[in-house]
């Protein structure tokens, strides 16, 4: 997930998780408590096994505002030097759409999904990449949004 922006929107940058606590349940959306699920890739814990829980992980990153780790998720050739978070946006939930290889198996991956948030959502195609064994997203597109 990148950090596109409306424009009109204030923007700030923010310190890993300074401004928002670690909820209870994941915002990813899977049925688990946040610590158990992205909050483990968050943490180091873990690394995500699939192009699919990374985009989860960073869709929470951008929920709790975790730049340290949006940026060490991010491809070294693609990563911006800081994450600039909206303080204003509010993330309401995640729908996968679609995805494409990304599997413990593959080298590379692509992950279609809306991002909802407070008065909208966004629909992105990601793609990701293996790089020394981890997932890390490469970049993203923005295809027409038909809102189905």
Known sequence: MSSRRSGSRARSKSASRASSPAPRTCPCGLP???EDCCGRYHSGGAAAPTAEALMRSRYSAFVVRDEAYLLR???PRTRPADVAFDTTMRWTG???LETRDGSPFHTTGTVTFRASYRGGSMLERSRF???????VYVDGE????DGA
């Open 32 to 34: 688990q408590a946040y």
């Open 73 to 75: 998720s991010w491809h």
């Open 94 to 96: 995640l729908e996968i």
């Open 129 to 135: 990449e293996r790089v020394a064994g981890a997932w």
């Open 142 to 145: 923005f295809p027409a949004d």
